[in-house]
């Protein structure tokens, strides 16, 4: 079975641009969660969701934004990007929504996004 | 707000010796779950081992096993028989029991395995 997929790998944006990144969970995932690592640094939680509906959100700007669509794929948009958005941008999934013994959390290999 | 920390920013071991990496974190929650991560050049966070707090007995994978000292709240992985594939940044994470899907990552331990 495929793991966690993202796309794109890698990309470059110059600052005051709009990107969009993709994510599809492994087959029969049903909550998504995306990550900011930035260098150096261990990731940041920026949002869960769980059936289409957003089930929480780390510390982050309104520029930051995200859905889930009915086949459990998700998008992760950033607008009006800064330069210390430059960073790996990891989607996560698991079954379900809460923590619990049987629901690990597997990562994708994450999208690259540069900023300049 | 939960906290994690990873103390020591590099390890170095020798290949087929024994390495311990530390981890603390904080936390007002009784019941949560702790995870060690790898993530090798490839980026890809890879799950290690995972530790139930309302376990008190500790967890092991292979030649990974981990001390949990709930009282210290201390959670440190220990690698036995390294090998070179073992080089890695190693992540300490934590996760709560509410509704978010949320992991609190620490700093990282790169570790490094030597001939």
């Known amino acids: 079975d495929a793991g966690v997929t993202q796309s794109p790998t890698h990309l470059i944006k110059t600052r005051g641009q709009q990107v969009t990144l993709r994510c599809s969970p492994i087959s029969g995932h049903k909550s998504v969660s995306w990550y900011q690592q930035v260098l150096g640094q261990g990731p940041q939680f920026i949002f869960q969701?769980?059936?289409?509906?957003?089930?929480g959100r780390g510390n982050f700007p309104d520029r930051f934004s995200a859905r889930q669509f009915p086949n459990y794929s998700s998008e992760l948009n950033v607008n009006a990007l800064l330069l210390g958005d430059s960073a790996l941008y990891l989607c996560?999934?698991?079954?379900?929504?809460?923590?619990?013994?049987?629901?690990?959390?597997?990562f994708g290999e994450g999208s690259w996004l540069t900023v300049v | 707000a939960q906290t994690v920390t990873q103390s020591q920013p590099e390890m170095s071991v020798q290949e087929a010796e024994t390495v311990t990496l530390s981890c603390t974190y904080d936390?007002?929650?009784?019941?949560?779950?702790l995870f060690w991560y790898k993530q090798p050049p490839s980026r890809q966070m890879i799950l290690v081992i995972r530790q139930e707090a309302y376990k008190q007995q500790n967890a092991t994978e292979n030649r990974f096993s981990v001390n949990f000292q709930k009282a210290a709240k201390s959670f440190s992985l220990k690698i036995s028989d390294s090998q070179l594939g073992d080089a890695a940044m190693y992540f300490c994470?934590?996760?709560?029991?509410?509704?978010?899907?949320?992991?609190?990552f620490g700093t990282g331990t790169r570790l490094q395995v030597t001939l």
């Open positions: 969701y769980y059936e289409k509906e957003e089930r």
């Open positions: 994470a934590y996760r709560g029991t509410g509704t978010a899907s949320k992991l609190t």
């Open positions: 936390t007002s929650e009784s019941d949560y779950y």
């Open positions: 996560a999934s698991s079954w379900g929504q809460l923590a619990g013994s049987g629901n690990t959390i597997y």
